[in-house]
């Protein structure tokens, strides 16, 4: 139950941000294809390839800083 509202959390904080990954991304064609149909289709790692090419740190990553301090 946990990796499913895993994956259903991830795939409503990226709905509609397909259009926002950038074509410079480094995602694979057939991925890039994929995510203009139904992200239900899409495999948790493949939802999470096209978070990080949309945004490079999550939330916990950017309030964690770099430790520059």
Do not use: H
Request: no cysteine; charged share 25%.
């Amino acid at each position: 139950a946990l990796a499913r509202n895993s994956t259903m959390a991830l795939t409503r904080a990226l709905r509609g941000q397909a259009a926002a990954v950038p074509a410079k991304a480094s995602i694979p064609a057939e991925l890039a294809k994929k995510q203009t149909g139904p992200w239900g289709l899409l495999t948790l790692e493949e939802k999470k390839q096209l978070y990080r090419a949309a945004f490079q740190k999550t939330r916990a990553e950017i309030g964690a800083g770099d430790g520059d301090g």
